[in-house]
């Protein structure tokens, strides 16, 4: 269970598409380390990292959206934030308990399709707005 970056998911900021890249190498860091039995504290070391570089790059997307004037900005942060929660919410989650089979499905579905979804989503639509109003901006 690993997810790979594909040219389909790319937006066209190269910020933006590097910080997608590295929160899939994140995310399927953390399912091998679950799938392979490794320490348990390796396995939350994991999800830190994951947790915490999901909120740096949602902070570094916030704002370009917002120095952009994307008008669909409060809702794709309070996307953000509730996943924010969710993933504050596993990694407690997984501390309190054994990473049986059905946890780490658990976690391969909530994090890894979330941003698979989100990326081909909500992302794909804040970056065409973004480019069109770049393209808008430039003089003819």
Same mark, same amino acid.
């Given at each position: 269970m690993s997810f790979v970056w594909s040219p389909e998911l790319a937006t066209g900021n190269a910020i933006i598409d590097s910080q997608h890249k590295q929160l899939f190498e994140? =995310?399927?860091a953390l &399912?091998? =380390? /679950? *799938?392979?039995?490794?320490?348990? *504290?390796e396995v939350e070391r994991t999800m830190e990292?994951?947790?915490q570089y999901t909120i740096q790059h949602f902070a570094d997307e916030? =704002?370009?959206?917002?120095? /952009?004037? %994307? +008008? #669909? %900005? +409060? =809702? #794709? !942060?309070q996307l953000h934030d509730d996943f !924010?929660? @969710?993933v504050q919410a596993l990694a407690q989650k997984m501390s309190r308990q054994d990473l049986t089979a059905d946890f780490i499905s658990e976690v %391969?579905? @909530?994090i890894g399709e979330w941003l698979l979804? #989100? &990326?081909k989503g909500e992302d794909l639509k804040m970056a065409k707005y973004i480019q069109g109003k770049a393209q808008s901006t430039r003089p003819h």
């Open positions: 994140a =995310a399927s &399912f091998s =380390a /679950c *799938q392979i039995g490794r320490e348990r *504290q990292v994951l947790a916030e =704002a370009l959206q917002q120095k /952009c004037g %994307y +008008p #669909h %900005y +409060p =809702a #794709h !942060k !924010k929660i @969710t %391969y579905i @909530t979804s #989100h &990326f």
